[in-house]
């Protein structure tokens, strides 16, 4: 173990080298997953009413920010109907045919997940649609005006889909699934029993403050909740005695650079560059992204989402926009606009 790299501590997308751990940790069972109630429960009603029809449930979107458990919850809709579940994602499929190999050695009920469905490529997509709607795919065989097209039944499936982008999915994707699953960020007490089943999976001792001084620092993100305690248990074992408590707890995260409400380097820097040098806005995303030098598209998927709730940015019409509670944040005095009582001006 060298030194607290902090670099990618906070950040909610996962790391190569947890992969490993991320299947320890993920739950199997929809009893045994925390959080997300209203989801939980229409899942589960979806499920068991395919399970007593005897045939496969609709086809399922999950949606919502990086590591929520939207790949948790698509290895268990496969648990919970005893099916197989077939892996892939939207940029492996970048031909059609890529696809058409998946869908025909499907066998009847299994779940295909494909993840990160809003970047699958448009001739796969266009295949999906009618696979999706009648279990049918239409290969397409030789090229030019000799083309023919022979069409393949394929094995009644279940298509679960995973997007961080929900907004990015064509209309046409969006209406063949049959349920959309709204992932949210957590509760600061179901990140508590996050971390707490975690810790006990994992071999890990930990007081009540700690779990929830860890839980509320999370982002309301399990990938990040279960990472910071791993982070806080390196710490706890070199330079204390191995034990987590309150005060190591909150040395280890401050060695991380994880400040009060969670939020990490990048969400700072687009506040701060919002803040600073385009006095709160209104800014495109596109602009703010260059000024923290990070693709719009993460800042846009994976920021953005829990500044938002957490009531410091609010996407406008017109760009993106700091609220009081950032300035003050980054302890700064927002400006006087911000003190008038009819505020709506500026984030109209
Ligand atoms: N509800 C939950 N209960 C317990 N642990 C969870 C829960 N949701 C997620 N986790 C933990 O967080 C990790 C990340 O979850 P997962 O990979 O399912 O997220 P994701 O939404 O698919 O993320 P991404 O968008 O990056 O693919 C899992 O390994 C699991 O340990
Ligand atoms: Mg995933």
């Known amino acids: 173990m060298t030194g607290f790299d902090s670099d990618e501590t906070l950040s909610a997308l996962p790391q190569t080298a947890e992969r ?42 999950l949606s919502g920010p990086p590591g929520l458990g939207k790949t948790s919850l698509a290895m268990i809709i496969a648990a919970e109907l005893d099916a197989s579940i077939r892996i892939t994602s939207g940029p492996a499929l970048e031909r059609a045919g890529d696809l058409a ?20 490529a448009r001739p796969a997509e266009e295949m999906l649609y009618l696979a999706m709607e009648d279990f049918r795919v239409d290969v397409v065989v030789g090229k030019g005006p000799g083309a023919t097209s022979i069409p393949l039944e394929i094995a009644p499936f279940t298509l679960v889909g995973a997007t ?34 975690a810790a006990t999976i994992l071999g890990i001792g930990i007081d009540e403050e700690s779990s929830a001084e860890l839980a509320r620092r999370s982002r309301g993100t399990p990938r990040i909740a279960n990472r910071l305690l791993r982070r806080v248990r390196d710490y ?24 009060e409400l969670g939020l990490d380097r990048l969400d700072r820097a687009v506040l701060g560059a919002l803040v600073n040098s385009f006095g709160g806005g209104p800014v495109g995303v596109s ?62």
Not at 101 to 119: C, K, P, Q, Y
Not at 245 to 259: F, G, N, Q, S
Request: proline letters at 7%; hydrophobic letters at 40%.
């Open 20 to 61: 490993e751990v991320e299947t320890t940790l993920r739950p199997r069972k929809l009893a045994e997953f925390v959080g997300q109630p209203r989801v939980r429960e229409q899942l589960e009603l979806v499920l068991e009413s395919a399970r007593r029809r005897g045939v496969p449930p609709d086809h399922v979107l």
């Open 101 to 120: 190999a998946m869908l025909s050695n499907l066998v009847e009920g299994d779940v295909l997940f494909i993840d990160e469905i809003h970047r699958i």
């Open 164 to 197: 961080t982008r929900s907004g990015a999915l064509t209309g046409p994707l969006r209406d063949r699934f049959g349920f959309t699953g709204q992932m949210e960020f957590y509760a600061d007490d179901e990140l508590d029993l996050v971390v707490r089943r």
């Open 236 to 259: 706890a074992e070199v330079r204390a005695d191995g034990r987590i408590t309150l005060e190591v707890t909150r040395a280890a995260l401050a060695v991380y650079d994880v400040d």
């Open 287 to 348: 602009t703010l992204a260059v000024a923290v030098g990070e693709e719009p598209g993460t800042v846009e998927e994976v920021c953005e989402p829990y500044l938002v709730r957490a009531g410091m940015l609010a996407r406008t019409p017109r760009g993106r926009v700091a609220t009081a509670s950032a300035w003050e944040h980054l302890g700064l005095r927002p400006p006087p606009e911000y003190a008038r009582p009819d505020q709506s001006a500026l984030f109209d």
